[in-house]
């Protein structure tokens, strides 16, 4: 019972110090600035992003792209280590949950700051038609918001019960809505029984439908002529670059909440080496993708190709090409083959970088191909034929992610971060077993 | 107990599904029968009519069989801005022989479709395949392909395609998404970024008796949506060929109708087929299978030297906008 009064208390969700107080503040005060610049952007027209008639889609599509890469963390870390019995998965799901959730919903607002007319969002509704990738989009992203935040609220019941009855006398408005939340949780073997069943279904269905999402993603470029997205290699190549990212920001995220809420007792460097070895061979995976998709057509090099790798290689991106390349994956893998390399801190600087390399990959997805069009580019002002994003268009990208970082804040300000009764209940079942033994 | 009360409603929900689908199948299964007990017995009055099928045999026919209908409307002659004009296949013809970029066919389609915009719809490519071929001066529009990718990808049914072969946007109606930009090989379409400054549009449309509609390629231009060529309907419609057929000068382009088999640059009007047979046409980035409905003739044999058209031709600017 000692034991659990001190999980209780290592593990309750506790009020922000200053940093934490700073760090909401400077995220909302991001936000908002962003959200002016987009109103400004609906009053004028897109007319004050550096896009135009040929980089059509900018950053707000690679960005979209990332968030989406980004939610696929859920179903690989929560529902695949969960159906392949990696006990050691425990103190870091929730957090994987979060930012899944995270991700995702930014991914569909991302996606509506996009469009011109978003007056006109019910016409995706209302004329759908099925064969476009679109509307496979817009039919799986909200599938995948109401799985993720599923699998996340289900595990929290019995978290949630623990919680009203711990903050009764300290904050009985707290207490009050843990109450509402946990929907009368009792712990009776009826109520696990139904609860287990749920997240086993939800596991099991996040899996191909984070599949199925990220395949489509691919397929917004891929079923276009454009040269540099028409690639047949373009779906596995989306989710093992979503292996990456999700791997990548979850590690970031648990490096910063294990240092603040100083847990590590909790997530050990057991967990760091394990996730270090997932991000590895996640890097591993993805730079086969890469190989394939950018070194098999110089082989052939066909005109159009040739031009486009040009650029990418030695031409107008290889600073950012090789940046990515080696800095956001072949340097993380050398030093995650070492057991030194998947001790905390290195980790969660290979883990930023990967982030970071992850963002500007989906930008240089994007922005070559469309400046590469099949017919030459004439007889439009020397502006369009190169594309940075505007300031605008800088606001409105960070302030959506900030807001997905304040999403995650807020989350891990009122949620157990670590499964309470989970853990209490393995540590049980690891007394039982050293009293036997 | 509480296990026992979730038993017996999964009973009960369980009766209840089997005992609606008896009710559904008996209900169908009674109203069959019914039917054919209500149906008139078969007998013949002998009398027979004589009646000519629609492939003009004359058949006999008992009269009792014989059943009048009402005239079907014909949906197949009202126009409908997304049917287009029935029995119709619009194509184009550009003979690059001929062209030597004097930029009037877009001269004419930016003042008739109120472009004032960066970028124009009809664009005059300056070319050359490679070093040691020679250059020419190639001008595309919207290709109105009978595959169109730009159709294919559109979430909300915005742009189509007609079964006159045109492809047209509506702007009402697009979201603003661009994917059919993206998904255009042949950069035809171009997006309204800002409010289009179109001037007095509105007046100038009605002192033609103009009305927005695809059909006038959605004029006037919506903030936020995409334009391009529409192969003019509005003038087909009076029995006109398209602004930049009758503004070019050198006549390159020929317009026609591809069932009729015949194309016109207005002065000259030829045999589509032959003339495709005779002077080798072929279309723009046919590998991809898009099936456009522009065919181009190869500039062999050219009237006019291509460095005439240096002159006109500007890199970076393809409108000439309104003083």
Redesign the interface.
């Known amino acids: 019972m000692k034991n659990y009064n001190k999980l209780l208390k290592d593990l309750a969700p506790t009020k922000f110090g200053k940093v934490g107080v700073i760090w909401t503040i400077s995220l909302i005060v991001i936000i908002i600035i962003g959200i002016i610049a987009y109103v400004d952007q609906l009053i ?4 004050v ?1 550096n ?4 980089a ?2 900018g950053i707000y599509i690679s960005n979209f792209v990332f968030f989406v890469a980004t939610s696929f963390v859920g179903s690989i870390t929560v529902a695949i280590l969960r159906l392949t019995h990696n006990s050691w998965r425990t103190p870091i799901v929730r957090i994987a949950e979060i930012i899944s959730l995270a991700a995702i919903i930014m991914a569909g607002i991302t996606i509506m700051i ?4 978003p007056d ?2 019910l ?2 509704f ?4 099925m ?5 496979w989009d ?1 039919i799986i992203i909200p599938t995948y918001i109401v799985l993720s935040f599923l699998l996340l609220y289900f595990p929290l019941l019995p978290d949630f019960a623990i919680l009203k009855k711990h903050y009764k006398e300290k904050s009985p408005f707290l207490s009050r809505w843990y109450g509402r939340l946990s929907l009368k949780w009792t712990g009776s073997l ?1 109520q696990k029984t139904i609860q287990i069943k749920s997240i086993k279904i939800i596991a099991f269905m996040i899996i191909p439908v984070g599949i199925i999402l990220q395949t489509i993603d691919a397929w ?1 470029f891929s ?4 040269i540099g997205w028409d690639s047949n290699n373009f779906a596995p190549y989306f989710i093992t670059g979503a292996f990456v990212a999700g791997i990548a920001a979850l590690i970031t995220v648990i490096y910063v909440v294990r240092k603040i809420y100083k847990l590590e007792n909790y997530i050990t460097d057991l967990h760091f080496d394990k996730l270090g070895k997932l991000l590895a061979l996640a890097c591993l995976t993805y730079l086969y993708f890469n190989i394939n998709e950018y070194l098999i057509p110089v082989f052939t090099a066909k005109k159009g190709e040739a031009i486009h790798l040009d650029t990418l290689f030695t031409g107008h991106y290889a600073i950012l090409f090789w940046f990515v390349i080696l800095v956001g994956l072949v340097v993380p893998i050398l030093i995650l083959l070492f057991k030194k390399g998947r001790k905390p801190l290195p980790m969660f600087l290979v883990g930023l970088t990967v982030v970071i390399g992850s963002w500007w990959k989906r930008y240089l997805i994007v922005t070559p191909t ?1 400046l590469h ?10 502006s ?1 034929r190169h594309y940075f994003p505007s300031l605008h268009e800088w606001l409105i990208t960070i302030a959506t992610l900030a807001m997905a970082l304040l999403i995650i804040t807020v989350l891990i300000r009122y949620l157990p971060i670590i499964p309470i009764q989970r853990t209490a209940d393995e540590q049980e079942l690891l007394k039982i077993k050293n009293t036997e033994s | 107990m509480k296990k026992n009360k979730t038993n017996s409603r999964r009973i009960f929900l369980n009766k209840g599904l089997k005992l609606g689908l008896a009710t559904v199948i008996g209900g169908v299964g009674l109203s069959k029968i019914g039917s054919k007990l209500n149906a008139k017995p078969n007998d013949s009055s002998g009398e027979k009519m004589e009646l000519m099928t629609t492939d003009g045999n004359l058949v006999k026919v008992d009269s009792t069989e014989v059943i009048e209908i009402e005239h079907s409307q014909d949906y197949d002659k009202k126009y409908n801005v997304r049917e287009g004009f029935s029995n119709r296949k619009f194509v184009m013809v550009v003979d690059l022989a001929k062209c030597k970029n004097a930029l009037k066919c877009q001269i004419s389609c930016n003042k008739n479709h109120y472009i004032t915009g960066d970028n124009a719809w009809l664009k005059i490519y300056k070319m050359q395949e490679s070093k040691e071929t020679a250059p020419y001066w190639l001008p595309t529009a919207c290709q109105h392909c009978d595959q169109p990718a730009c159709v294919t990808v559109c979430p909300v049914d915005a742009t189509f395609k007609r079964r006159d072969g045109i492809v047209l946007v509506d702007n009402t109606r697009c979201i603003g998404c661009r994917f059919c930009m993206a998904a255009c090989p042949y950069s035809a379409r171009v997006f309204n970024w800002k409010k289009p400054e179109q001037g007095d549009i509105i007046s100038d449309m009605k002192m033609n008796n103009q009305v927005p509609s695809p059909d006038h390629a959605g004029l006037p231009s919506i903030k936020g949506t995409v334009d391009k060529c529409d192969f003019c309907p509005h003038e087909i419609k009076e029995g006109k060929l398209p602004h930049c057929v009758t503004a070019c000068p050198n006549g390159v382009f020929y317009f026609g109708d591809k069932y009729e088999d015949s194309v016109t640059n207005g002065e000259e009007t030829l045999r589509f087929s032959k003339l495709l047979q005779d002077k080798a046409g072929y279309r723009l980035m046919e590998g991809l299978g898009t099936e456009p409905s522009v065919y181009y003739l190869p500039p062999v044999d050219r009237l006019v030297d291509f460095k005439d058209g240096l002159e006109d031709f500007t890199e970076f600017q393809s409108v000439v906008k309104p003083e």
Not at chain 1, 114 to 117: E, G, K, L, S
Not at chain 1, 126 to 129: E, K, L, M
Request: charged share 20%.
């Open positions: 004028k027209g897109q007319v992003t896009m135009r008639d040929y059509l889609w996009d469009m011109a007319r006109r969002l016409n995706l209302i004329h759908a038609r064969q476009s990738p679109i509307t817009v009826s917004l079923t276009t002529f454009r469309l069009p099949f017919l030459p580019i004439q007889g439009v002002p020397e369009w």
